[in-house]
């Protein structure tokens, strides 16, 4: 479970919305709501998940797969796309979230 | 005077509810309430219960994209639980006959591809043939592609596979990404003129740059390996320890400080504009991305399972 097991990193990460100016937000791909919620629960994560109900990652965004991590500035481009998991995704975030 | 009980009356007016709820469009209604629903079905412990709730939830949500999930429960709780694969692929035959959005029908082709590719390797791969005219969804080709990598299958059947998730697919990542599928399995297949023709198609694709990188190193061409290994963990970091891209760019140049720099250099890009949609939440709240503008955003599209 590659997306689950970045739930502690990505908590740090919500954490630092604030100082670092952005907001985070989990989207949910598959439809499955109960897993979703067990799964926060368990991590003890409380970041926002968004319902991805109209195939919004796979058709318009053309995701590969999950994880993908999408970095978005303030005149809402897409400035970075992450594909998959990685040890230490939260710093790789910040770097690319204050050169943007 | 005499009073009537209010309790026919709340039996009228819930009958009138649940029949609005269970009879009229959906369009409108919560993504979170159609889950909510769905999990319910789908927590009954009664399989054939747990079945007729599933299939009532379908016929309710006939245009709902979470359709999907119910069926892949229906068919799970034939073929796994009940043990009836003759139902489940009734089932599928069924629902297909009902079904034209080309995601949804590639999603239940996909359903038996992989339930006969376990169980039945030929009749699988049979299956798969028969699909290529008649099937629109460029994911259909490209799971039955990823499938079909096993070494026991030929190489050629996973190559056209791919191909026709590329003919299909809707964009230059989709299309990059079926292409870089067909060189990396290709290369790894050992036919590497192949594999480059593909990989050189797929340009910007990280499992494409990988590939391509490894082949550019093993002939000699190192300068360009690691411009490629380094696009590659660009936009796939994970990859940075796999692909031993620190040892092979001291070989090349020195310094860590230089390469973290290249890789950042490629991994800041610009997309073009996040396409407008809003979204509900786990709680029910709306989130509006266009009403977000003027806010750095971090957008973690992720599965649970």
């Known amino acids: ?26 989207l949910e791909v598959r439809g499955y709501l109960k897993l979703m919620r067990d799964v926060m629960r368990d991590k003890k994560a409380t970041f926002t998940i968004l319902l991805d109900d109209r195939r919004f990652a796979r058709e318009t965004l053309q995701i590969p797969g999950t994880p ?13 796309r992450l594909i998959g998991a990685a040890p230490g995704i939260d710093e790789i975030i910040a770097e690319v979230l204050s050169r943007i | 005077m005499k009073v009537r009980s209010a309790a026919p009356v709340f039996a009228a007016l819930l009958a009138a509810a649940l029949a609005a709820l269970s009879c009229g469009k959906r369009e409108g209604t ?12 789908s927590a009954v412990k009664d399989s054939l219960d747990r079945l007729a709730r599933l299939e009532i939830f379908i016929r309710n949500n006939r245009s709902h994209i979470y359709r999907g999930v119910a069926y892949e429960r229906v068919f799970e709780t034939m073929a796994e639980r009940l043990g009836d694969a003759g139902g489940a692929m009734r089932f599928l035959r069924e629902s297909l006959s009902d079904e034209e959005d080309p995601a949804m029908r590639g999603a239940l082709q996909l359903l038996k591809f ?44 996973a190559t056209a596979l791919f191909l026709r998730a590329a003919d299909l697919s809707r964009g230059d990542h989709e299309r990059s990404q079926a292409y870089a599928m067909a060189g990396a399995m290709l290369e790894e297949r050992g036919e590497r003129g192949e594999a480059k023709r593909y990989l050189s198609m797929a340009a910007g694709n990280p499992e494409a740059d990988r590939a391509l990188g490894e082949i550019l190193w093993a002939e000699g061409k190192r300068e360009e390996a690691i411009d490629l290994l380094v696009a590659c963990v660009a936009r796939m970091p994970g990859t940075r320890a796999a692909v031993k891209l620190d040892s092979l760019h001291a070989l090349v140049r020195s310094g860590t400080r230089d390469l973290d ?27 509006d ?12 599209a992720l599965s649970p399972t």
């Open chain 1, 1 to 26: 479970m590659p997306c689950v097991a970045e739930f502690p990193q990505l908590e740090t990460l919500k954490g630092r919305e604030k100082e670092l100016g952005f907001r985070f937000f989990g």
């Open chain 1, 68 to 80: 993908t991590t999408f970095i978005v500035d303030a005149e809402g481009r897409i400035r970075c």
């Open chain 2, 30 to 41: 919560s993504p979170l309430f159609v889950l909510e629903e769905l999990e319910a079905a």
């Open chain 2, 114 to 157: 992989r339930y006969l590719f376990g169980t039945d390797r030929a009749a699988a791969l049979a299956f798969a043939d028969t699909l290529a005219a008649s099937e629109r969804s460029p994911r259909l080709f490209m799971m039955m592609g990823y499938y079909c990598m096993d070494p026991s299958v030929d190489p050629a059947r």
């Open chain 2, 261 to 287: 720099e290249r890789i950042m250099a490629v991994r800041v890009g610009d997309e073009g504009l996040l396409p407008e949609a809003s979204f509900v939440d786990l709680e029910g709240r709306r989130h």
């Open chain 2, 289 to 300: 991305l266009a009403t977000l503008r003027g806010t750095k955003l971090v957008i973690y």
